[in-house]
Nanobody, 112 residues
Framework: QVQLVESGGGLVQAGGSLNLSCIAS????????MGWFRQTPTKHRELVAT???????DYGDSVKGRFTISRDNAKNMVFLQMNSVKPEDTAVYYC??????WGQGTQVTVSS
C-alpha cells in the first residue's frame, strides 16, 4: 500500500503562483514515476505533469510552459510549481503514484 498526502492548495489570483507538495509513504520504490493530475466537476481527471526518478517529464498541453514538476527522491516527495495561473486551472489536484494510487486531493481556486 502507498499513502499520498498533498499540501499547498488554496486561493490565488490569476497571474499568480502556487506550489503544491506531495509526500509518499508505504511501499515506495524510488524508480517509479510520480505526478499530478487534476479534476473539475465537469471534466475527467486529466494529466498535469509526471516525472520519472531519472528526471523525464511529461506535461499536459494546457500547462506546458507555466507549471514545473520536480521531486526529491530521497524524501519520496513530488512538487508542482504553478506559475501564471489562469481561472481554468481551478480544480482539485491529485498526487499520483503508479499504478493507481491517489492522494486525497487539494483544491486550487484561481480568481479572475
Amino acid at each position: 500500500q502507498v499513502q499520498l498526502v498533498e499540501s499547498g492548495g488554496g486561493l490565488v489570483q490569476a497571474g499568480g503562483s502556487l506550489n503544491l507538495s506531495c509526500i509518499a509513504s508505504g511501499d515506495i520504490f524510488a524508480i517509479n514515476a510520480m505526478g499530478w493530475f487534476r479534476q473539475t466537476p465537469t471534466k475527467h481527471r486529466e494529466l498535469v505533469a509526471t516525472m520519472t526518478s531519472g528526471g523525464i517529464t511529461d506535461y499536459g498541453d494546457s500547462v506546458k510552459g507555466r507549471f514545473t514538476i520536480s521531486r526529491d527522491n530521497a524524501k519520496n516527495m513530488v512538487f508542482l510549481q504553478m506559475n501564471s495561473v489562469k481561472p481554468e486551472d481551478t480544480a482539485v489536484y491529485y498526487c499520483w503514484y503508479p499504478p493507481n494510487y491517489w492522494g486525497q486531493g487539494t483544491q486550487v481556486t484561481v480568481s479572475s
